[in-house]
């Protein structure tokens, strides 16, 4: 194959792509393409779902992410230049932890207006080490030179990114159909050939056919608060932007076949391996540097003897702490309990309520008398095996409750004892339910109110079932009598199901936290809501 798309947004942009996942994988796949990169913009959402649909599809998956770049070499107007686009790709597990830590910079350091901002500077400190750099086209630093008429800010931002990349960095180029692309194309060509530069093909993807343009525009809209009709909103982008085939490609930039075989070298160089399900869990540092399995086990005998003051208890309970031990330690879990014992502990000398447990977990002599959970689980015949099973390798999960308003106080504790650069809330991700995209699509296509409204109530809404516009047309015959006789009320529906579902914000978990062994730059960026 002679092109590998290498500059391709997802719905995991959030703003600006229509494109799933699994249909990515699955149209490069039929299009015989042996990889393809996704660059959402400031993220790597996407990571973990795209990385393992592209392996089962027999598809290379190529990490990467589009940021926004400020900061030129000339200081007396860097401070005015306009953020510019770059794209980075990893070549290996250097760049992919480099990656990682640009972006949590981006998002904590950086960010303005909501924007993560990547700064001039921080690529100054070896930070580009395993990365491959594309210019960004028309809209990166190159491009925004090239097209005002000052080469020198071009040339010498092309001679620090190739001495940053060790090489690395290509000019992109881009054939789409918007305005000045082919003023930027032919200067580019002549800049890279005078310079010495290598130029690579990329066509923006963000959506995967050109019939979905419409819906591309339609979610622009819907996140920008414009209307489709308007004649002054932005036109970012044009119907070219779909996912060309090699053979298209290579039509498209014939005079340039250098473009399209760099997009090949480029994939050959990107070589990242991730392994993923493994259990990474944060060390509980034991006073006197005991070790964690001891502790946990004197601790454990302890607590039971504090559970029955002034009497043994009886050997069915030495018993079956024995046995829990046995396993929680074979399967290396000491730390965990001991974690989740020392914040509820923390948490309960400083007079925040915890609820006494529920779920598989109150099963567990073991977190009974580490003060995890308040139900004894003989008196209750309840079974440790149903909470923890070395036949069936899982992580223990407590369900633990805390009262809202000390919540925070307790995330806050576990932030400063085990390290905030190593504690994270867990991310969370909206997406354009039924009812709600019916709202949105019909705003954008300036619809009524009023007929809106009536679509929207016809959509069921029942919090525990599974419900989407197919499936209501299905149960509710006015709404499909609506559909089949109305041309708006059609309009709307048919664009909304090509909309929902797809990811339209990102959250922070209320209550859920991860806990790293290292700096969780290491695994994952952060992302800052």
């Given at each position: ?362 099963g567990s002599l073991v977190a009974w008398v580490l003060g995890i959970t308040d139900l004894d689980p003989i008196h209750h015949d309840l079974l440790f095996e149903r909470f923890l099973n070395p036949e069936r390798v899982s992580m223990p999960d407590f369900d633990i409750d ?128």
């Amino acid at each position: 194959p002679g092109f590998v798309h290498l500059h391709v947004h997802t719905e995991f942009s959030l703003v600006d792509s229509v494109v799933r996942v699994p249909e990515l994988v699955a149209a490069v796949a039929a299009a015989g393409m042996p990889a393809v990169a996704i660059t959402d913009r400031g993220n790597l959402f996407g990571l973990v779902k795209f990385y393992r649909a592209a392996l089962a599809a027999g598809v290379q998956p190529i990490v990467g992410a589009e940021v926004w770049y400020v900061g030129g070499p000339d200081k007396s107007q860097s401070e005015r230049q306009e953020p510019a686009r770059l794209v980075l790709l990893c070549r290996n597990q250097v760049g992919y932890r480099n990656l990682c830590r640009l972006l949590t910079r981006a998002w904590l350091e950086g960010q303005q207006g909501g924007v993560p901002l990547l700064r001039r500077d921080w690529l100054h400190e070896g930070t580009a080490e395993g990365l491959i750099a594309l210019s960004g086209g028309r809209d990166g630093v190159l491009g925004r030179s090239l097209l005002s008429g000052v080469p020198e800010i071009a040339e010498r931002t092309a001679a620090d990114f190739r001495d940053w990349f060790h090489g690395d960095f290509f000019v992109e180029l881009q054939r789409t159909g918007r305005p000045q692309d082919d003023d930027y194309l032919h200067a580019a060509v002549r800049f890279a050939g005078a310079l010495g530069l290598p130029v690579v093909a990329t066509n923006d993807v963000r959506f995967l056919t050109p019939d979905e343009f419409e819906a591309h525009e339609a979610r622009v809209c819907i996140q920008t608060g414009y209307v489709l009709a308007d004649p002054g909103r932005p036109r970012l982008y044009s119907d070219q932007q779909y996912l060309r085939s090699p053979a298209e490609m290579a039509e498209l930039f014939a005079d340039l076949p250098e473009a399209l075989e760099n997009s090949v070298e480029i994939a050959r160089r990107c070589h990242l391996a991730l392994t993923l399900g493994e259990t990474h869990l944060p060390d509980y540092e034991v006073p006197g540097g005991a070790a964690p399995d001891d502790y946990l086990r004197s601790q454990s005998e302890a607590g039971l003897a504090a559970r029955f003051p002034g009497a043994a208890p009886a050997a069915a309970y030495a018993g079956r702490l024995a046995t829990e031990l046995d396993v929680i330690c074979r399967m290396g879990f000491a730390g965990y309990f001991l974690i989740v014992a020392d914040f509820i502990r923390w948490a309960r000398e400083n007079n925040i309520p915890v609820g006494p447990g529920r779920g598989s977990g109150a099963g567990s002599l073991v977190a009974w008398v580490l003060g995890i959970t308040d139900l004894d689980p003989i008196h209750h015949d309840l079974l440790f095996e149903r909470f923890l099973n070395p036949e069936r390798v899982s992580m223990p999960d407590f369900d633990i409750d805390f009262c809202m308003e000390g919540r925070d106080r307790v995330i806050d504790y576990v932030s400063e004892r085990y390290g905030r650069d190593r504690v994270s809330q867990i991310i969370t991700y909206g997406t354009m339910a039924a009812r709600a995209v019916v709202r949105d699509v019909g705003r954008v296509l300036g619809q009524s109110y009023g007929l809106v409204d009536r679509i929207a109530k016809l959509v069921p809404n029942d919090p525990g079932a599974e419900m989407t516009l197919d499936i209501a047309l299905a149960q509710e015959a006015e709404l499909r009598e609506l559909y089949n006789k109305d041309e708006d009320v059609r309009s709307v529906i048919d664009l909304g199901r090509r909309l929902e579902g797809l990811v339209r914000n990102a959250g922070r978990h209320a209550g859920g936290i991860v806990i790293a062994p290292r700096d969780i730059t290491e695994f994952t960026p952060l992302y800052q809501v």
